[in-house]
């Protein structure tokens, strides 16, 4: 017998066929993972080993899959966030400010608690003839030297060394030579440890973490300088996630940071691995300050 191909059944199969893919066996509807990003600003090895437990300690957490999907740069992770490719992104304040304001109702939800005065730090190879000083003014040494920022895009390693370089009269065009952007904090340290630049700047966690373990040879670099503080990293959630997980759950991701706790021994990993002694809430305000000097620098337009 000819199966009817009237337009009628031609509808009633697609139909048929989205309700299908949309249930699992039982007739529950299949979600989609929670899919969590963050700015490359690490090692790969280093970002896979901490979102690999943070996705574990979700999971549990929030009863639903997770998922961690890895992004090629700090414009990537923008990108992703704007199209739904990723729903919760761990970003810096720069690119937290720029996906927000290119997706309507995104949200600040949590940071750590050294996020609400972070700070960058100037480093110089010491056989440069540069040395530490304590105020702004210092930076004019950096003349005529050869300098490395991290990512173009980078909150710590860019926007805010550029800015207070420009606070005390220093522009890209002192430097000798057009200035550096190694791609991350790590690779900052190592481009000045081997030579390659004189001078770079680089968020502080990652240079005292560093400096900490061994990885640096402070007999070749040397700290010439803190900034003062700003607000940097955190969460930022996309809208509609309470459409698809049911009412409350952006509050109950923003829960589940707060309840890491070094107690438990889940809760002490991850915090070991964000460097963090806990996560505090921030809100959208905070940033104020970063998406000014974002647009007068010319990141935010």
């Known amino acids: 017998m000819k199966r009817p191909s009237s337009p009628f059944f031609t509808g009633l199969f697609l139909v048929t066929l989205h309700l299908t893919a949309a249930c699992g066996a039982d007739g529950d509807e299949v979600r989609a993972p929670l899919a969590v990003g963050a700015i490359p600003d690490q090692d790969p090895e280093v970002l896979q080993r901490t979102y690999g437990r943070l996705v ?3 999971e549990a957490e929030l009863d639903v899959d997770v998922v961690y999907r890895p992004v090629t740069d700090y414009s990537a992770a923008v990108s992703a966030f704007r199209v739904g490719d990723l729903d919760l992104v761990w970003f810096g304040g720069l690119t937290g400010v720029q996906a927000r304001l290119q997706v309507p109702g995104a949200e600040a939800l949590v940071q750590r608690a ?67 952007f190694s791609g991350s904090h790590d690779a900052t340290i ?21 400096v900490r373990s061994g990885a640096v040879d402070t007999t ?13 990293y955190h969460w930022v959630v996309r809208p509609a996630l309470n459409e698809r997980y049911g009412s409350g759950f952006t509050e109950r991701i923003r829960e589940a940071f707060l309840m890491l ?3 438990d021994p889940m809760g002490r990993e991850v915090l070991e691995l964000f460097g963090a002694e806990r996560f505090v809430p921030t809100r959208d305000e905070n940033y104020a300050q970063i998406e000014a000097v974002g647009r007068e620098l010319g990141r935010i337009r």
Do not use: C, K
């Not at 190592?190 to 560093?210: C, F, I, K, P, T």
């Open 220 to 232: 070749r670099v040397v700290a010439l300088w803190r900034t003062p503080p700003y607000h940097d």
């Open 56 to 58: 574990e300690y979700l």
């Open 261 to 263: 706790d070094d107690s």
């Open 190 to 210: 190592q481009l000045v440890e081997a030579g390659s630049y004189e001078a770079g700047a680089l968020n502080e966690q990652v240079w005292d973490a560093r």
């Open 114 to 180: 050294q996020d609400q005065e972070f700070r960058s730090v100037f480093i110089a190879r010491r056989d440069r003839g540069l040395a530490p000083f304590e105020d702004l003014e210092g930076l004019e040494a950096l003349r005529g030297r050869t300098f490395t920022f991290g990512s173009e895009s980078s909150t710590s390693g860019r926007l805010m060394p550029q800015h207070f370089l420009a606070e005390a009269g220093v522009i890209p065009d002192d430097f000798r030579g057009e200035p550096g």
